[in-house]
Protein backbone atom coordinates (compact mmCIF):
# COMPACT_ATOMS: atom_id res chain seq x y z
CA UNK A 1 0.00 0.00 0.00
CA UNK A 2 1.00 3.69 -0.51
CA UNK A 3 1.13 5.43 2.78
CA UNK A 4 1.39 9.07 3.59
CA UNK A 5 2.77 9.25 7.58
CA UNK A 6 1.69 12.27 9.03
CA UNK A 7 2.63 13.26 12.40
CA UNK A 8 0.26 14.65 15.11
CA UNK A 9 2.81 14.88 18.02
CA UNK A 10 6.14 14.77 18.86
CA UNK A 11 8.96 13.87 15.81
CA UNK A 12 9.76 11.07 13.99
CA UNK A 13 12.79 9.96 11.78
CA UNK A 14 11.80 7.49 8.66
CA UNK A 15 14.84 6.13 7.00
CA UNK A 16 13.67 4.87 3.59
CA UNK A 17 15.61 2.91 1.11
CA UNK A 18 14.42 2.04 -2.61
CA UNK A 19 12.41 -1.48 -3.80
CA UNK A 20 16.00 -2.35 -5.30
CA UNK A 21 17.43 -2.39 -2.35
CA UNK A 22 16.20 -5.15 -0.99
CA UNK A 23 19.53 -7.99 -1.71
CA UNK A 24 21.22 -5.46 0.81
CA UNK A 25 18.74 -5.14 3.47
CA UNK A 26 18.99 -8.38 5.13
CA UNK A 27 15.40 -9.11 5.18
CA UNK A 28 13.80 -11.26 7.72
CA UNK A 29 11.58 -14.08 7.51
CA UNK A 30 8.42 -13.38 5.87
CA UNK A 31 5.79 -15.05 7.49
CA UNK A 32 7.23 -14.20 11.84
CA UNK A 33 7.22 -10.43 11.51
CA UNK A 34 5.43 -7.68 13.91
CA UNK A 35 3.67 -5.53 11.46
CA UNK A 36 2.58 -8.64 9.02
CA UNK A 37 5.53 -7.62 5.92
CA UNK A 38 8.63 -8.45 5.95
CA UNK A 39 11.38 -6.16 7.65
CA UNK A 40 15.22 -5.46 7.10
CA UNK A 41 16.91 -6.87 9.87
CA UNK A 42 19.32 -4.69 9.27
CA UNK A 43 18.57 -1.06 9.09
CA UNK A 44 19.26 -0.62 12.88
CA UNK A 45 22.69 -1.72 12.93
CA UNK A 46 25.70 0.13 13.24
CA UNK A 47 28.13 0.81 10.60
CA UNK A 48 30.61 -2.33 9.98
CA UNK A 49 28.27 -4.80 11.64
CA UNK A 50 29.99 -8.52 10.60
CA UNK A 51 26.52 -9.76 10.80
CA UNK A 52 25.24 -7.14 7.89
CA UNK A 53 28.35 -6.97 5.17
CA UNK A 54 26.41 -6.47 2.20
CA UNK A 55 24.26 -3.61 4.15
CA UNK A 56 27.03 -1.13 3.97
CA UNK A 57 26.03 -0.95 -0.14
CA UNK A 58 22.30 0.04 0.71
CA UNK A 59 23.22 2.79 3.57
CA UNK A 60 24.61 5.24 1.26
CA UNK A 61 20.94 4.90 -0.24
CA UNK A 62 19.08 5.55 2.39
CA UNK A 63 17.01 8.27 2.61
CA UNK A 64 16.33 9.99 6.20
CA UNK A 65 14.47 12.52 6.89
CA UNK A 66 12.57 13.66 10.60
CA UNK A 67 9.49 14.56 11.09
CA UNK A 68 7.91 17.53 13.36
CA UNK A 69 3.64 18.05 14.50
CA UNK A 70 2.46 18.57 11.22
CA UNK A 71 4.63 17.31 8.81
CA UNK A 72 3.99 14.26 6.52
CA UNK A 73 5.55 11.88 4.12
CA UNK A 74 4.48 10.00 1.32
CA UNK A 75 6.02 6.31 1.75
CA UNK A 76 5.65 4.83 -1.82
CA UNK A 77 4.31 0.95 -1.51
CA UNK A 78 7.05 -1.40 -1.55
CA UNK A 79 9.92 1.29 -0.27
CA UNK A 80 11.73 -0.32 2.75
CA UNK A 81 11.16 2.49 5.84
CA UNK A 82 12.58 2.27 9.06
CA UNK A 83 10.19 4.91 11.73
CA UNK A 84 11.55 6.13 14.93
CA UNK A 85 10.04 8.12 17.57
CA UNK A 86 12.30 10.55 18.98
CA UNK A 87 11.29 11.56 22.16
CA UNK A 88 8.66 10.49 24.77
CA UNK A 89 5.55 11.23 23.22
CA UNK A 90 4.49 10.84 19.92
CA UNK A 91 1.43 10.41 17.90
CA UNK A 92 1.64 9.41 14.11
CA UNK A 93 -1.09 8.92 11.95
CA UNK A 94 -0.85 6.74 8.43
CA UNK A 95 -3.40 6.87 5.53
CA UNK A 96 -2.78 3.68 3.22
CA UNK A 97 -4.27 3.24 -0.03
CA UNK A 98 -4.13 1.15 -2.64
CA UNK A 99 -4.39 3.27 -5.99
CA UNK A 100 -4.79 0.56 -8.22
CA UNK A 101 -8.02 -0.91 -7.77
CA UNK A 102 -7.93 -3.82 -10.21
CA UNK A 103 -9.72 -6.56 -7.39
CA UNK A 104 -9.28 -7.73 -4.56
CA UNK A 105 -6.39 -9.79 -5.36
CA UNK A 106 -2.87 -8.49 -4.01
CA UNK A 107 0.73 -8.72 -5.71
CA UNK A 108 2.23 -10.05 -2.82
CA UNK A 109 0.05 -13.54 -3.16
CA UNK A 110 1.92 -14.13 -6.72
CA UNK A 111 4.86 -13.79 -4.91
CA UNK A 112 3.67 -16.38 -2.17
CA UNK A 113 2.54 -18.40 -4.72
CA UNK A 114 5.78 -18.27 -6.40
CA UNK A 115 7.79 -19.31 -3.50
CA UNK A 116 6.01 -22.71 -3.93
CA UNK A 117 5.42 -23.11 -7.27
CA UNK A 118 8.93 -21.43 -8.46
CA UNK A 119 11.34 -20.65 -5.94
CA UNK A 120 12.97 -24.44 -5.88
CA UNK A 121 13.49 -25.69 -9.56
CA UNK A 122 16.64 -26.25 -10.81
CA UNK A 123 18.36 -23.16 -12.15
CA UNK A 124 17.53 -23.28 -15.62
CA UNK A 125 13.95 -23.75 -14.99
CA UNK A 126 13.77 -20.80 -12.96
CA UNK A 127 15.78 -18.97 -15.44
CA UNK A 128 12.85 -19.66 -18.14
CA UNK A 129 10.34 -18.77 -15.35
CA UNK A 130 12.15 -15.77 -15.29
CA UNK A 131 11.96 -14.98 -18.84
CA UNK A 132 8.18 -15.62 -18.99
CA UNK A 133 7.50 -13.81 -16.26
CA UNK A 134 9.56 -10.69 -17.68
CA UNK A 135 7.60 -11.11 -20.99
CA UNK A 136 4.23 -11.70 -19.65
CA UNK A 137 4.31 -9.70 -16.72
CA UNK A 138 7.07 -6.98 -16.43
CA UNK A 139 6.83 -6.44 -20.01
CA UNK A 140 10.46 -4.49 -20.70
CA UNK A 141 9.62 -4.26 -24.23
CA UNK A 142 6.08 -3.35 -23.89
CA UNK A 143 2.72 -5.22 -24.38
CA UNK A 144 3.60 -8.85 -25.53
CA UNK A 145 0.77 -8.68 -28.21
CA UNK A 146 0.90 -5.37 -29.35
CA UNK A 147 1.89 -7.18 -32.99
CA UNK A 148 -2.10 -8.36 -32.76
CA UNK A 149 -5.14 -5.99 -32.71
CA UNK A 150 -6.61 -5.23 -29.61
CA UNK A 151 -9.41 -7.56 -29.39
CA UNK A 152 -6.96 -10.63 -30.62
CA UNK A 153 -5.18 -9.99 -27.13
CA UNK A 154 -7.85 -12.68 -25.19
CA UNK A 155 -7.04 -12.59 -21.64
CA UNK A 156 -3.79 -10.41 -22.05
CA UNK A 157 -6.42 -7.68 -23.21
CA UNK A 158 -7.39 -4.57 -20.88
CA UNK A 159 -10.90 -5.42 -20.00
CA UNK A 160 -11.84 -5.78 -16.72
CA UNK A 161 -13.88 -9.14 -17.80
CA UNK A 162 -10.54 -10.43 -18.58
CA UNK A 163 -9.83 -10.03 -14.83
CA UNK A 164 -12.22 -12.31 -13.86
CA UNK A 165 -11.27 -14.71 -16.42
CA UNK A 166 -8.20 -14.76 -15.46
CA UNK A 167 -8.94 -15.18 -11.81
CA UNK A 168 -11.70 -17.88 -12.61
CA UNK A 169 -9.24 -20.00 -14.50
CA UNK A 170 -6.33 -19.24 -11.16
CA UNK A 171 -8.79 -20.51 -8.94
CA UNK A 172 -10.12 -23.60 -10.89
CA UNK A 173 -6.17 -24.44 -11.51
CA UNK A 174 -5.62 -24.26 -7.20
CA UNK A 175 -8.31 -26.31 -7.03
CA UNK A 176 -7.00 -28.79 -9.09
CA UNK A 177 -9.75 -28.63 -11.50
Known amino acids: MDNVACVAAGRRRFTLFPPDAIRDLYV ?47 VPKLWWHQVEAVGDVNVLVNFWWDGFSAGPDQPYTAMLLSLLTIAERPPAERAAWRAWFDHYVFRPDGHPLAFL ?27 GG
Open 149 to 175: PPERHGVLGASKENYGRIRTLVMRLLR
Open 28 to 74: GPIDHTLAGQPISLAVGSEPGDPRFPRFENARDRALVVELEPGDALY
